[in-house]
């Protein structure tokens, strides 16, 4: 069986650093390893639609900047296969017959589903599409026959059910689906970049995000405004690294050769960090540097956006063939699926043959 990567993002807005950090960043990377048979990048557009119904046009409306993001970060469509998730009809369907497999109880119990309730104040009146998007989930992955699959931490009690929803299958039709295993950021600071308010989600709604496409002037007002250590008020304070914005974000994007080129007096980041809890140097050092690091990460990213922009018609039509692509991998599973349940009425001789001797 070959090696193969499922992974995708809601196009509710543009993508941010959180998200470059999180996946998009090792998504390029494995990609370019040339260690996976089949990778394939989701726009879960039915996905987003499920709390986002009364307003179609919003995510209409960014698949198209999703789509810019993943080409700018170098995702290659001749490597990675990159795919509209409304445009795979048999996703729903495995959907279906996954959803006898789960009961309304273990739905309850996931903590992913728990909390987006709750940060969209559904406790009230929940929309069953997104009550259900573990299972939604489930089939996306396994559609695909996905051997891996990159996520945050905040993802894994989704995959953990997915994980549940294969076994609970093979166990009741017989081995067909495919049991993924999760890959982790393997950098700490990436599992899940704070907001620049220091707040522990960066969050479109809550607009404390740095996006991939921000113009650089941007991009140096949210690092200026940054949370750092609320007790740090003078230059010579000792300061704190735990909860610090500034320093996470440094954990997660500064690059040996940054010091070189932007703060030659420190020979590596554990050498500004030593220096910033002992006392002596202030916060607008580190965020200018911080300031600089992050310019250098997006401005390439910032200036293939541009390239792309021109060309609209062609980033749909590597939607386009992605999709129908898609399609034909998720049809060969949901035909594996049917066979293993018995539904596949019309294609089982033995079945028709055993009528016939039935009625004789």
Do not use: W
Request: glycine letters at 6%; charged letters at 30%.
């Amino acid at each position: 069986m070959g090696k193969i990567i499922l992974t995708g993002d809601r196009p509710t807005g543009k993508l941010h650093v959180g998200h470059y950090v999180g996946s998009l960043r090792r998504r390029v990377e494995l990609q370019n390893t040339g260690d996976f048979d089949e990778i394939y990048i989701m726009i879960a557009d039915a996905q987003a639609l499920t709390d986002n119904a009364d307003n179609p046009e919003k995510v209409r409306q960014n698949i198209i900047e999703v789509a810019l993001d993943y080409l700018s970060c170098g995702l290659d469509p001749e490597k990675s296969t990159l795919f509209i998730q409304s445009q795979v009809p048999q996703l729903c369907e495995l959907s279906f017959y996954y959803m006898n497999l789960v009961t309304v109880s273990r739905l309850q119990r996931n903590p992913t589903v728990k909390s987006e309730i709750q940060m969209r104040n559904f406790e009230a009146s929940i929309p069953v599409g997104f009550f259900t998007y573990p299972i939604s989930q489930a089939a996306d992955i396994t559609a695909f026959k996905a051997t891996t699959v990159p996520v945050g931490d905040d993802q894994l009690p989704m995959l953990e059910q997915t994980k549940e929803i294969v076994r609970k299958f093979n166990s009741v039709y017989g081995e067909t689906l495919v049991e993924p295993e999760v890959l982790l950021p393997d950098n700490k600071a990436c599992l899940r970049l704070p907001g620049i308010d220091g707040k522990a989600k960066m969050s479109k709604s809550l607009g404390n995000c740095i996006y991939l496409s921000e113009e650089p002037e941007e991009i140096k007002k949210k690092v200026f405004s940054m949370f750092t250590d609320p007790t740090h008020i003078r230059i010579e304070d000792p300061g704190k690294l735990e909860g610090n914005t500034v320093f996470t974000y440094l954990d997660a994007f500064c690059r040996p050769e940054y010091f070189a080129e932007f703060l030659p007096e420190y020979a590596n980041l554990d050498e500004l960090k030593a220096h910033y809890q002992r006392g002596g140097l202030g916060d607008m050092k580190v965020k200018r540097f911080l300031n600089n690091v992050l310019q250098a990460e997006l401005e390439p990213i910032r200036k293939r956006r541009e390239e792309y922009q021109k060309d609209i018609p062609y980033v749909y039509e590597i939607l386009r063939k992605g999709s129908e692509k898609a399609e034909r991998v998720a049809a060969q599973t949901l035909k594996d699926v049917k066979t293993a349940m018995k539904i596949n009425y019309f294609e089982d001789e033995e079945l028709i043959q055993s009528q016939v001797e039935r009625f004789k």
